[in-house]
Structures are given as structure tokens and as C-alpha cells.
């Protein structure tokens, strides 16, 4: 089993719509959450960031995180064509080491009909 | 642009042969990292460095690979006698050091390897 699942999608919402994308992880030492953007053949774009647990809001995307449930969800209001893209979430320890690296979900594919 | 780069964006080569790729990190963050990404995957963590020093390395990184940052600066990564299943998209990403906090990590637009 993966530290970290994603629901797979394909997802697809008509234009203006609510979009709810979710992450379960079983590594309770995750304390940064990370959602980020990647359009076909391009490099992930961060989005969202997270330390430890609660809300962030950036304009029509809310970030959440439950470490309790060890779940993490993003929410992106009033969707536009422009929102499609895989999103990818990411998180990480805060190991002894420096490393810090991210793992990754693996992705959910989310087409925005206009 | 300020953003991390990376050369070259695309890279077909022959089963055997020796490549390399180039990172140039954000100028002012010292931690650098090397992640792979097959399709329909999430990136792979490869390895990491801390200024010059590499500090990490995943299982997935085989004596094949070899990643040097000299000076600090720009980051290389070589990977030799490739293979078929070396293809995927090579990611470099940094990050300042900073508060206990913070591990934001801004990626590059990958190398696309093609193993033919």
C-alpha cells in the first residue's frame, strides 16, 4: 500500500462548479501538505502549503488538512476551463534530516467544460 | 525569469548511452532536489543536496545514477548505460533554508528522457 493515495478521477465538472479533491496518507510523521498544479509535459506549480494541520484560503482555493483522519483536501470555488490539470498532493516529515523530500499522491486529471 | 530551469527540455537517446541533465535552483535557495515522474504518477523523490553536499539518496537512485552539485550552484544529473525503463521526466526543485516551517519546494519544467 502507498504512504500516500489520491483519488485516481478522471474528474469532470461543467464551468463554476465546486471541485473537492482529496488525499488519504497512513504516515502519521507528515506534518507539510502541499497541493501542486501540472498541466500535460510541465513541471508541478506549487498551489497550496501547509504546516501541520488546519485551513488556508488563497482567492477560490481552500487548502484542509485532518491529521487526525490523516486526511487533506483541496477546494477550488467557481472552477474555470483554465483549473484543467492533474493536481497532485505532496507531503513530507520533519525528519532529523534536512531532506525533507516530498511524497506524492498520484495525481487526479480534472477537465473544467466551459 | 527567476524560477528554476532546466536543460535540456527533451532528451531521446539509444539504449546504452550515457546522459546528463542540468538544474540551475532559484539563486538564493541552497537546498536542491532530484525527483523522476513516469506517466500517471506522482514524482519519485531521487536525491538531495544541501549546498554542495549530497545528503540523500533514494533506493531508486542505482550506481547508474550520479548527481554532483559543485559550488553549491547548479546541479547535474548523468545517468549511464541507460535503459527503457529510465524513461520518465527528470524534475529538479529547491527551496531556501529557513524557519523550521517551512519546506515549500518550486520544481522546474523537467527533462522528458525518451529511451529508445
Known amino acids: 500500500q502507498k504512504e500516500v493515495e489520491q483519488d485516481p478521477g478522471p474528474l469532470s465538472v461543467p464551468e463554476g462548479a465546486i471541485v473537492s479533491l482529496n488525499c488519504t496518507y497512513s504516515n502519521s510523521a507528515f506534518q507539510y501538505f502541499m497541493w501542486y498544479r501540472q498541466y500535460s509535459r510541465k513541471g508541478p506549480e506549487l498551489l497550496m502549503y501547509t504546516y501541520s494541520s488546519g485551513n488556508k484560503e488563497d482567492g477560490r482555493f481552500t487548502a484542509q488538512v485532518d491529521k487526525s483522519s490523516k486526511y487533506i483536501s483541496l477546494f477550488i470555488r467557481d472552477s474555470q476551463p483554465s483549473d484543467s490539470a492533474t493536481y497532485l498532493c505532496a507531503m513530507s516529515a520533519k525528519s532529523s534530516g534536512s531532506a525533507r523530500q516530498l511524497t506524492f499522491g498520484s495525481g487526479t486529471q480534472l477537465t473544467v467544460l466551459p | 525569469d527567476t524560477g528554476v530551469s532546466q536543460n535540456p527540455r527533451h532528451k531521446i537517446t539509444k539504449r546504452g548511452q550515457n546522459v546528463t541533465f542540468r538544474c540551475d535552483p532559484i539563486?538564493?535557495?541552497?537546498?536542491l532536489y532530484w525527483y523522476r515522474q513516469t506517466l500517471g504518477q506522482g514524482p519519485e523523490f531521487l536525491t538531495y543536496?544541501?549546498?554542495?553536499?549530497?545528503?540523500?539518496k533514494s533506493r531508486l537512485l542505482s550506481d547508474r545514477f550520479s548527481a554532483e552539485r559543485p559550488k553549491g550552484s547548479f546541479s547535474t544529473l548523468e545517468i549511464q548505460r541507460t535503459e527503457q525503463g529510465d524513461s520518465a521526466m527528470y524534475l529538479c526543485a529547491s527551496r531556501p533554508s529557513g524557519r523550521d516551517s517551512y519546506n515549500e519546494q518550486f520544481f522546474g519544467p523537467g527533462t522528458r528522457l525518451t529511451v529508445l
Open positions: 543536496f544541501q549546498n554542495e553536499a549530497q545528503l540523500e
Open positions: 539563486s538564493e535557495h541552497n537546498r
